[in-house]
């Protein structure tokens, strides 16, 4: 440790303000975090929301993120029109229909954006978050157009391409926020039984209800580098467990060696993997659904006539126990 007496002059400070400082770009949304690298917006755009100095992955939007899988070519979005009601009149700050509407000024018009998209040649349904809308939440908007994009895959034979960016549940829909966790596992579920292809990429942050629903049911799982993928975000659990975690914590870089992703991809190189991997997983055009599909559609249609005689069946059943303990009690 350097002994030198510490000396403060007046004067030199005084000198020193005299002259102008260096003129600093102003810190925005394009100052990199890690190498303080300033872009202009279209160098941003073009280099996907990458810093080109250190690989930094800046956050992007769904329909951004949509062009930047296409290529350019055109996609087509689905159910653009579906927003959320307020059943349960909810109001923290601020009444949750004002929070809504100031995330819809923004650009956005749900945490969810779903497009039929080719990506590399193959088409596909691809269902990609927002984190910009409403920290990416998953309220009933974004759980019902994720079922309908599965809905869709097995209608129309195409795989799933999911990119997710969420915080979890939306906390301003309670339980109904809660129950898109299994409605999307269905979903998900529906693909499996239809063998169709379901490529999951997670992106930064996913947590919470997203990363313990549909983001952890992928077939093949890709996360960008440095994103974080958590149940508990490190403050929350270093706040309840009063212990330090250690920065690599959840990081996509640990989860791959934790064996919960199969690979970490820079985003500049994702279009033409995924493309890649729906070329090797597609099912040829014109071939009939896999026996798993009508299966699938079978016993759904049984479950919904057995549905329609429960009433009756159940008055059965009540009528038979009633009679066995009749005959029980003699
Ligand atoms: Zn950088």
Same mark, same amino acid.
Request: charged share 25%; proline share 7%; hydrophobic share 40%.
């Given at each position: ?7 403060v002059s ?7 303000? #005299? ?6 770009l102003p ?6 975090p890690?190498?303080q =690298? ?6 941003? /755009?073009?280099n996907?929301r990458v ?14 993120? *949509? %062009?930047?899988l ?7 979005? *689905?159910?653009?029109?579906l927003?959320a009601?307020?059943?349960l ?10 929070? @809504? ?5 923004? !650009? ?9 998209i080719?990506? $590399?040649g ?7 978050? #927002?984190?910009?809308?409403?920290g $990416?939440s998953m ?6 157009k ?6 869709r895959c ?6 799933l391409?999911v990119?997710?960016?969420s915080? $979890? ?13 299994a409605?999307? @596992?269905?979903? &998900?579920?529906?693909?499996?039984d239809?063998?169709l292809?379901?490529?999951?990429? *997670?992106?930064?942050?996913?947590t919470g209800? @997203?990363?313990?629903? &549909? ?8 996360a960008?580098? !440095?994103?974080l993928?958590?149940?508990s ?6 706040? =309840?467990?009063r ?11 640990t ?7 199969? %690979?970490? @991809? %820079? ?7 995924i !493309?890649?991997?729906? $070329?090797?997983l597609? +099912? ?5 659904p896999?026996?798993?599909? =009508?299966?699938?559609?079978?016993g ?8 329609? =005689?429960l009433? #009756?069946?159940? /008055?059965?059943v ?5 009679r ?5 009690g +003699?």
């Amino acid at each position: 440790m350097s002994k030198r007496p510490i000396t403060v002059s007046v004067d030199r400070l005084l000198r020193k303000r #005299d002259t102008p400082a260096p003129r600093k770009l102003p810190a925005d949304e394009r100052s990199c975090p890690k190498c303080q =690298t300033h872009w202009t917006s279209d160098e941003m /755009r073009r280099n996907m929301r990458v810093c080109a100095a250190c690989g930094h992955h800046f956050p992007a939007g769904a329909r951004e993120r *949509l %062009d930047q899988l296409s290529g350019g070519a055109p996609w087509v979005e *689905l159910w653009p029109e579906l927003r959320a009601s307020d059943p349960l009149q909810f109001v923290d700050l601020e009444p949750y229909p004002d929070r @809504v509407e100031k995330a819809e000024a923004a !650009g956005s018009n749900e945490a969810l954006v779903v497009a039929e998209i080719p990506i $590399g040649g193959h088409d596909c349904v691809a269902a990609i978050m #927002d984190f910009s809308f409403l920290g $990416g939440s998953m309220g009933s908007v974004v759980g019902e157009k994720l079922a309908r994009a599965c809905d869709r895959c097995v209608e129309r034979n195409l795989p799933l391409v999911v990119i997710t960016a969420s915080g $979890g549940a939306r906390m301003q829909e309670g339980v109904i926020a809660l129950m898109q966790m299994a409605k999307t @596992v269905v979903a &998900f579920d529906l693909m499996h039984d239809a063998e169709l292809p379901v490529i999951v990429v *997670l992106v930064h942050p996913t947590t919470g209800g @997203v990363w313990a629903s &549909f983001a952890s049911l992928g077939d093949v799982t890709y996360a960008e580098p !440095g994103a974080l993928i958590a149940f508990s975000g490190p403050r929350v659990i270093e706040q =309840t467990t009063r212990e330090k975690l250690p920065p690599e914590f959840g990081r996509a870089e640990t989860q791959l060696s934790n064996g919960q992703v199969d %690979d970490v @991809v %820079d985003r500049r190189e994702l279009p033409a993997r995924i !493309g890649k991997v729906l $070329g090797i997983l597609e +099912r040829p055009s014109g071939m009939a659904p896999a026996p798993a599909v =009508t299966m699938a559609r079978a016993g759904a249609e049984r479950a919904a006539n057995a549905a329609r =005689t429960l009433p #009756d069946l159940s /008055r059965r059943v009540v009528s038979k126990v009633l009679r066995s303990d009749d005959k029980g009690g +003699r």
